[in-house]
């Protein structure tokens, strides 16, 4: 049996083999709601352009509902014959419908049909994740707001630097994950324009209303104006969209990762700085004792997978000619798989980061479990107000440099009684150089050096709770 769309020039059938290597029905079936919403809206501007019949357009919006409602029940039988979702739903249209359903297709090609869903339906999830960050990003900003006082060891090189607020640091990621936001915000932009029109490749002879069509599905541009591909070559060979769309992805993972590998190291009994909840972890088939972080971990490792789909995207698109080929059909499994993987993993850590809502107390339960007792325990141990007493020297009238030098000899006098700089005596540390006087233990402290660093953007209490309340802000 030959292929329904294209029969009559092909002299023999595909074999089974090479059906299933071409077909994309069992992937791209996922797009049935756009390929419908663009074929209404097309259907609607051919009558309207008077290119078919009110009867034949009515026709088609019946079909169409009927193919919805087969499609929502389960009982809309998919066939690998007809290929791809496009073909699929369109003889299904003929079967119920008769002529109206073959002249849905006047003015199209599946060239410019594909494009249009592709970019209706990531246009959808574009949103969704927009509003999944701003989720992840309120959880953050909540754990945050309960723990501005709570000391953690700021790290460079792994290595105790200097000490900073935990909400400091939790507010970091927010940062992250509000351009991650605007990023996917500006692909949306890009994302939100109209193929449909471009026809195989060339346009068409059909005096077809593009800018109608694209109001009809909302692709209009911040000033409401219509927003319509503006070259048909490019209008159908154009998976920029889609490649941006997977970077924006890599790089929010690549937020995640770094937040997960925290996670583990804070969670290591070693650090012992913070708990997950139990139902985000496992235990181990022969080691009764353990609780292993598999949920950031796993976001750790999907990160390299979803990198992977960035990068099959980009080589997908590398050696292509102009206008459309089939290679582009590649391009739905790698942005599906993005999608549900960042998804997942944004709905997952807002969760584990915030908790779940307890509908009977109001609050939210099984967040993040914050040891402040352990993060001021190891931000005592490493030195990490050493800077802070080479300021306070400075203050004193030392160029920067000697005050380094002189702090670097009071470490090691430290580190040989084994001992932090405020346990020193002040007679001892006066040895080190007579400007210091007794107010230089208030600068040894933790907490004074943290009140200390009180610019816009530095980690004193007050200075981070000015950021907590500008997020609280902007996320509403
Ligand atoms: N399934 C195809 C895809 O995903 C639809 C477009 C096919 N067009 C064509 N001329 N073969 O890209």
Known sequence: KKSEAWSALFSEPMSELVKRYTASVF?????????????????EMLAAQGIIGPSDHADIQ???AQITQEIESGAFEWKLDLEDVHLNIEARLTQL????GKRLHTGRSRNDQVATDVRLWLRGEIDLIGGLLTELQR?????????????????????????????HHLLA??????????RFADVRRRTNRL???SAALAGTTYPLD???????????????????????????????????FTAAASLCMVH?????????????????????ADRFTTGSSIMPQKKNPDVPELARGKTGRVVGHLMGLITLMKGQPLAYNKDNQEDKEPLFDTVDTLTDTLRIFAEMVGGQLNPATGAKEGGLTVNAPAMEAAAQKGYATATDLADYLVKKGLPFRDAHETVAHAVKAATSHNCDLSELPLTVLQGFHPSIEKDVYEVLSLRGSLSARHTLGGTAPAQVRAQIARHRARLG
């Open 210 to 244: 593009r800018e109608r069509v694209a109001r009809t599905l909302g692709m209009v541009d911040e000033h409401g104006a219509p927003a319509v591909c503006q070259n048909s070559l490019d209008g159908v060979s154009d998976r920029d969209f889609a490649i941006e």
């Open 256 to 276: 995640i990762s770094r937040l997960s590998e925290e996670l583990i190291l804070w969670m290591s009994q070693n650090f012992g700085f913070v708990k997950i």
């Open 139 to 167: 959880a953050l900003v909540e754990v945050a707001e309960k723990n501005v006082e709570v000391i953690l060891p700021g790290f460079t090189h792994l290595q105790v630097a200097q000490p900073v607020s935990f909400a």
């Open 173 to 182: 990621y927010v940062e992250m994950f509000s351009r991650d936001a605007e």
């Open 97 to 100: 419908v008769g002529d109206a």
């Open 195 to 197: 193929p449909l029109g």
């Open 62 to 64: 019946r079909g169409m």
């Open 27 to 43: 992937f791209d079936k996922r797009l049935w709601q756009a390929d419908i919403a663009g074929s209404l809206a097309h259907a």
